[in-house]
C-alpha cells in the first residue's frame, strides 16, 4: 500500500507540486493576508492569462524575449569557451582576462544597463552587450577549470599518438572539459534570462520584461502575474534546448555518471 | 647505436635548484629488436620515468635516446606507452573500439575500413571480441588493460613499453595475461620492455632482465634468461635456468636494500 503511494508520488511528482503551489496560493488569498489588489486568486490570474495568449502583441513579446535570450546564451557560451581556451593556451593572457573577470563579475547586469544605454542606444546592442557581459563568466570559469583539470595520463595519451597543441586541445582536452563546461552553460541561461528581463525593464520598448513594467504601473496585477508565468516557461525552454544539447554532445558522460552512482 | 631503443648517458632530474631531485643518472641500454626485456628496481627508484624519457613524452636532461637509429625528441611512430594509470589513460567518451582507432590515427596506408577491421582483429586478439562497442567505463579493470593493450599495438607499434601493466590483477588472471602478452609480442612482432617489480615476472616474461640501481637510478646488472619459448606457467617456473636468474635477481634487490637501509 505505501510503496503503491510512494510510486504514485513518484510519477506524478511535477502535478503534485505544482497543485501544492496554486494550493497554498489560494489558501493566502481566501486568508486575506494581502491586499486582493496585489495579490489576486487563481482563478482571476488564469483568465487574465487566457486572454493575453489570444493577444498577438504578448506572444510576440515573448518570442522576442526569449529569442534574445537564446541568441545571447549562445554567443556568451561561445566567447566564455573562447577565452577558456585562450586562457589555457597563454598563461599571460589567463591572468589578464582573470583580472578583467574579477572586476566585471560581481556587477549585476542592472548596473550595466544605463551605461549601456548611452553607448549603445536602444536597440539590438544593448541586449547583446548587457546578456553577453554578464552571461559569459559562468562558461568561461567552468572551462579554464576543466580545461586545467584534464589529467596527464590522457594528454600524454594524446601525445603519445602525435597530437600536438590544437590536436591536443581539440581531440582530447575539449572533450574531456566539456561535461564541466555544460555545468556553466546551464548557469549561464538562467542568467541570460535575468539579463534580458532586467534590460527590457529599465531600457526596453519590448519584450515581456516591459510589459511587466507596464502592467505593473497600470496596476494590472492579474496580467503582471501571467506574465510571470511566460517568464518562466521561458525559462524551463532554454533549459531543455540546453539539456538537449549536453545529452547530444556528452551523452556518454551522464551515462557513466548514472552508473557509477 | 645498434638496437631498435638505445638510452646513452641519459639523466633527468625533476625540480630546480634546492627541490632539484636527480631520478635517472648515466643510464645506458640497448633493446635488440624482438626481443623481450623486463626492468625490475626498487620502488620509486624511477622505472615510470624512464619510460616516460624512453618514449619522447619527456625529454631527458642529459644523454639521448635513440628509437630505430633516429634521436628521439617527440613520441615516435612505431613506439607505444601502456600506460601504468591505464584506466585512465582510455578516453572515457570514446567506445573500446574508437580508443584503438585512436591509436591508429598515424597509421598510414590503410583506409577507414581497413583501419576498423584490423582495430576488431587486434580486440579479438586480446580477448575482447564483442566489447568494441562498449565504452571502456563499462568493462571490468582487467578488460581496460586489454583494451589499453590492443590500442598500443594496433598504432602500428613495433616496440610496446609495458609500465606495470599487472600490477593490480589477481594471481590467475595475472598468469593468464603473462601468456597472453608473450603470445601478442610474438603473433604482432612486438619488442617489449616490460616493467614489473615482480621478479618471478620479470623473468619468467624476459629474454633478458635490467636490473635498476635505487635513485638516481641506471641498469645496474644486466640477466640473460637462456630458458626456451614458448614458456610455460609450470616447467619454465621449475627449470634450473629459471631458479638461477630469479636467485641473481632476488640477491641483488636484496643487496641494494640493505645498502639503503646501512646508509
Ligand atoms: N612530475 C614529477 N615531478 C617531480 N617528481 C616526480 C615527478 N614524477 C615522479 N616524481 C618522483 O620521481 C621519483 C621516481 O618516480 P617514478 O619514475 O614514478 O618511479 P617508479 O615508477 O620507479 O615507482 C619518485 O620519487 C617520484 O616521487
Ligand atoms: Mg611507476
Known amino acids: 500500500m505505501i510503496p503503491g503511494i510512494a510510486v504514485l508520488a513518484e510519477k506524478f511528482r511535477v502535478p503534485i507540486c505544482i497543485a501544492l503551489v496554486l494550493g497554498v496560493w489560494q489558501i493566502v488569498f481566501v486568508l486575506g ?10 482563478p482571476t490570474i488564469a483568465v487574465a492569462f487566457g486572454q493575453m495568449l489570444t493577444d498577438g502583441s504578448v506572444i510576440a513579446a515573448w518570442a522576442t524575449t526569449f529569442l534574445r535570450a537564446l541568441i545571447g546564451l549562445i554567443g556568451a557560451a561561445l566567447l566564455g569557451v573562447a577565452l577558456a581556451i585562450v586562457s589555457d593556451l597563454s598563461p599571460i593572457l589567463s591572468r589578464g582576462i582573470r583580472y578583467v573577470s574579477d572586476v566585471l563579475q560581481p556587477i549585476p547586469p542592472a548596473a550595466f544597463v544605463p551605461m549601456a544605454v548611452f553607448m549603445l542606444g536602444l536597440g539590438s546592442k544593448l541586449y547583446a552587450f548587457v546578456i553577453i557581459l554578464v552571461t559569459v563568466w559562468p562558461p568561461y570559469l567552468n572551462g579554464v577549470a576543466a ?4 589529467g596527464p595520463v590522457q594528454l600524454n595519451t594524446g601525445r603519445m599518438f602525435g597530437l600536438t597543441n590544437w590536436g591536443l586541445l581539440w581531440r582530447v582536452k575539449l572533450p574531456a572539459a566539456l561535461p564541466e563546461i555544460f555545468t556553466g552553460i546551464r548557469y549561464a541561461a538562467t542568467i541570460s534570462l535575468i539579463a534580458v528581463i532586467v534590460s527590457e525593464m529599465l531600457a526596453g520598448r519590448d519584450g515581456i520584461g516591459f510589459m511587466i513594467f507596464k502592467k505593473a504601473f497600470a496596476m494590472r496585477t492579474p496580467e503582471v502575474f501571467g506574465l510571470m508565468f511566460l517568464v518562466a516557461i521561458n525559462g524551463v525552454l532554454l533549459n531543455g534546448l540546453v539539456n538537449l544539447l549536453r545529452r547530444g554532445l556528452t551523452g556518454w558522460h551522464m551515462r557513466m555518471m548514472e552508473r557509477s552512482e | 647505436m645498434t638496437g631498435i631503443l638505445t638510452a646513452s648517458d641519459v639523466g633527468k632530474s625533476y625540480g630546480s635548484g634546492d627541490t632539484r631531485m636527480a631520478i635517472i643518472d648515466g643510464l645506458n641500454l640497448s633493446i635488440a629488436k624482438g626481443e623481450f626485456v623486463s626492468l625490475v628496481g626498487p620502488s620509486g627508484c624511477g622505472k615510470t620515468t624512464l619510460l616516460m624519457c624512453l618514449s619522447g613524452l619527456l625529454s631527458p636532461n642529459l644523454g639521448k635516446v635513440g628509437f630505430k637509429g ?7 611512430i612505431g613506439l607505444s606507452v601502456v600506460f601504468q594509470d591505464y584506466s585512465r589513460s582510455l578516453l572515457p567518451w570514446k567506445t573500446n573500439l574508437d580508443n584503438v582507432l585512436f591509436g591508429m590515427r598515424r ?12 582495430a576488431l582483429e587486434i580486440l579479438e ?29 594496433a598504432s602500428q607499434s613495433e616496440l610496446l613499453l609495458l609500465d606495470e ?16 602478452l608473450l603470445d601478442l609480442a610474438k603473433r604482432f612482432d612486438q619488442t617489449c620492455v616490460l616493467v614489473t617489480h615482480d621478479v618471478e615476472e620479470a623473468v619468467y616474461m624476459a629474454d633478458r632482465v635490467l636490473v635498476l640501481g635505487p635513485r638516481p637510478t641506471r641498469v645496474v646488472r644486466e640477466i640473460v634468461v637462456d630458458l626456451p619459448k614458448p614458456r610455460d606457467q609450470i616447467s619454465t617456473r621449475e627449470a634450473p635456468a629459471f631458479l638461477h636468474a630469479r ?3 632476488m640477491e641483488l634487490i636484496r643487496s641494494m636494500r640493505q645498502g639503503k637501509a646501512l646508509s
Open chain 2, 107 to 118: 597509421v598510414t596506408g590503410m583506409d577507414a575500413a581497413q583501419k576498423k577491421a584490423r
Open chain 2, 165 to 180: 601493466p599487472l600490477a593490480a590483477v589477481d594471481a590467475q588472471t595475472r598468469a593468464d595475461m603473462q601468456d597472453l
Open chain 2, 125 to 153: 586478439a586480446v580477448g575482447l571480441p564483442g566489447f568494441a562497442g562498449h565504452y571502456p567505463w563499462q568493462v571490468s579493470g582487467g578488460m581496460q588493460q586489454r583494451v589499453a593493450i590492443a590500442r598500443g599495438i
Open chain 1, 33 to 42: 493576508v494581502v491586499n486582493e489588489k496585489y495579490f489576486p486568486s487563481i
Open chain 1, 147 to 150: 580545461l586545467a583539470g584534464v
Open chain 2, 70 to 76: 633516429q634521436v628521439v625528441t617527440a613520441p615516435p
Open chain 2, 247 to 249: 636467485h641473481e635477481v
